[in-house]
């Protein structure tokens, strides 16, 4: 890995302590980087973007680490994102992230998002693995004109197949690092 290696970004639709999303997200970067990618993690605290408005913008400046974070996506040659489904959509963490990282700065600028590689993963407990999340999620990335991978995962039955914050089921791990290994591809 040099300076020149491609970045990837990780984004997670959760900030949830034990997170699945965040454990799946954890098992792709490392293989990015495995292959010989640079990988950065967006922290995603509660208080590192507050509910988007205008008039916050306005009246209060923006968030301490905006800058920050949309100077690293600016830099990004490729993102990985994992989000839980929540009723049928991505998060709004998430959604909330890609509004405030959207918006122009002077303080950083350069576009974020627009004809960068993005692979995306969704992880539930539940049989589905948040495939709707993802479909919806396609269309707000799409929107913000991102290349979306054909590889993608959504991770079922989260409980069973993990275990001590590691995928515990090969196959779920192969796909995992399939999505990883061809955004990587997108992103060089
Ligand atoms: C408000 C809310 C809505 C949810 N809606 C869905 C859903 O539509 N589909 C689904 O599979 N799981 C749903 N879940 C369950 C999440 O998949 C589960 O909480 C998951 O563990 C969250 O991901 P995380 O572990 O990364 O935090 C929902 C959970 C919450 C709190």
New binding site residues.
Partial sequence: MTKNSPLIVGVCG?A?VG????LVLDHALAHVQSLGARTQMIEMRGDTFPNYCEDLETRDGRPARLDEIRRLCVEADGFIMAS?????GPTGILKNFLDWVSCPSDAAPGIPFREKPVGLLS????R?G?IKGIQCLRMILSHLGMHISGKEFAFAM?KANTKGGKITDDFMAKEVDAVAARLLELAQ
């Avoid at 839980?84 to 049928?88: A, C, L, Q, S, V």
């Avoid at 992880?123 to 539940?126: A, K, M, Q």
């Fill in positions: 959760s949830r997170s699945f999303n965040q839980p489904e929540y009723n049928g992880v539930s407990p539940g589905l948040g989260a």
